[in-house]
C-alpha cells in the first residue's frame, strides 16, 4: 500500500496537533504502522508504532503527550500530540510493515515555536 500522511503545521510550544495517514490499501493485514520522524541534522527515530495485535509503543520522549491510533476500517493511523515542544519540531514519516522492508509516506512537516 501507498501512506499519505497530512496534518502538519505551525503551532506554538504547549499547542496540540493531529497527523493523520491514509493508506491506498487494507491496512488490517499489516503488522506494524507506525510513525517516525527526523529533525534537521539528526537521524531519523522512531516516534510511535502499533502492532495489528492492538500493542503500541513510544520514544520515551513522546510518552505521555503523543498517542497513535489505528483504524483498520479506515485504512488510517493517526498521531495525536499534544504539549508540543520546540524540540517536536521535525518532519513526521507514516510506516509500515511486516517485519521486512518499511513502505514510508512523504513526510509532513511539523513545527513548534517557542
Known amino acids: 500500500v501507498q501512506l499519505q500522511a497530512s496534518g502538519g503545521g505551525l503551532v506554538q510550544a504547549g499547542g496540540s496537533l493531529r497527523l493523520s495517514c491514509a493508506a491506498s490499501g487494507s491496512i488490517s493485514s499489516i503488522n506494524v504502522m507506525g510513525w517516525y520522524r527526523q529533525a534537521p541534522g539528526k537521524q531519523r527515530e522512531l516516534v510511535a508504532t502499533?502492532?495489528?495485535?492492538?500493542?503500541?509503543a513510544y520514544a520515551d520522549s513522546v510518552k505521555g503527550r503523543f498517542t497513535i491510533s489505528r483504524d483498520n476500517a479506515k485504512n488510517t493511523v493517526s498521531l495525536q500530540m499534544n504539549s508540543l515542544k520546540p524540540e517536536d519540531t521535525a518532519v513526521y514519516y507514516c510506516?509500515?510493515?511486516?517485519?521486512?522492508?518499511?513502505?514510508w509516506g512523504q513526510g509532513t512537516q511539523v513545527t513548534v515555536s517557542s
Open positions: 510506516c509500515s510493515t511486516n517485519w521486512g522492508p518499511f513502505t
Open positions: 502499533f502492532t495489528r495485535s492492538g500493542s503500541t
